[in-house]
């Protein structure tokens, strides 16, 4: 499938590894403009080199290192793909996941940092984002998780503020409506740099024997037998970036393997 996004302008926040990354690894080889996003300008400068490596012929990807959490960092990271590319047509969220911890051992803190990196990031970019992408009629995919419809065991950060993010992008979706739309992407395990350290942990700690035995057990529980791969979920940001999901919008899509029993 052709997805028609050569020439078009993206923003990637959070695209330094891990899923942001294989969106943007993803908008790039079907021919977007892409700006990668992160706060380490080295192993950003190293995800830029990556994902130039699959871009489609005629597509820039750069790199622009902006604290997202920083309000006025990310009106400047907003304004990096309209000053190299003339506009901004898709603009894409992710953010890092808070740390893991049951209700009782979170702090006040901790609760106001996670709001300010996975809601607060959100609503500036979009914010800074809107009236380039109302000029051409533009998309927002937000990164969020599959805890927003099912809750795991001690990640209540991640539980309970996730929602917050999709909340806003239903919002969105009328609000910005017909000339923006907006989805979310709602990713179970993903064999991302994250997950493989969590699995280190786990081998550390004696719970797996080895990494591929903790890879082994985390994917017992899907149904298609195994953890995803970062570009399955890249492409369908892509696919939810372009025209040929034109009739798509507010919606959460679990990618997940078939993990979640939620119907709804």
């Given at each position: 499938m052709q997805l028609e996004l050569a020439g078009d302008s993206t923003l990637v926040t959070a695209s330094s590894s891990g899923l942001g990354k294989a969106s943007a690894r993803a908008l790039a080889a079907e021919g977007s403009n892409v700006v990668l996003n992160g706060r380490d300008e080295e192993r950003l400068a190293a995800a830029v080199e990556d994902v130039r490596t699959d871009a489609a012929d005629g597509a820039t990807v750069i790199g622009h290192a902006a604290?997202?959490?920083?309000?006025d960092a990310v009106e400047d990271l907003v304004e990096r793909p309209v000053e190299e590319f003339g506009g901004l047509d898709h603009l894409v969220t992710?953010?890092?996941?808070?740390?893991?911890?049951?209700?009782?051992e979170t702090t006040d803190e901790?609760?106001?940092?996670?709001f300010d990196l996975l809601v607060m990031s959100v609503v500036r970019a979009v914010r800074a984002a809107e009236p380039h992408l109302r000029a051409g009629g533009g998309t927002i995919v937000t990164i969020a998780s599959i805890t927003?419809?099912?809750p795991k065991d001690a990640l209540v950060l991640s539980n309970a503020v996730r929602s917050g993010v999709v909340g806003l992008e239903k919002v969105l979706s009328t609000e910005l409506a017909p000339e923006v739309r907006a989805n979310a992407v709602l990713p179970g395990a993903h064999e991302t740099p994250r997950v493989e350290e969590v699995v280190?942990?786990?081998?550390e700690r004696g719970e797996y024997d080895a990494y591929r035995t903790g890879v082994e057990a985390w994917a017992d529980r899907i149904p298609v037998g195994r953890l995803g791969d970062?570009?399955?979920?890249?492409r369908t940001v892509a696919f939810l970036s372009s025209p040929q999901s034109a009739f798509l919008s507010g919606v959460a899509l679990p990618i997940d393997g078939g993990e979640s029993a939620s119907t709804l």
């Open positions: 604290d997202i959490t920083d309000p992710s953010a890092g996941g808070p740390p893991t911890k049951p209700f009782l901790e609760w106001y940092e996670a927003v419809k099912e280190e942990q786990g081998v970062p570009m399955e979920l890249g």
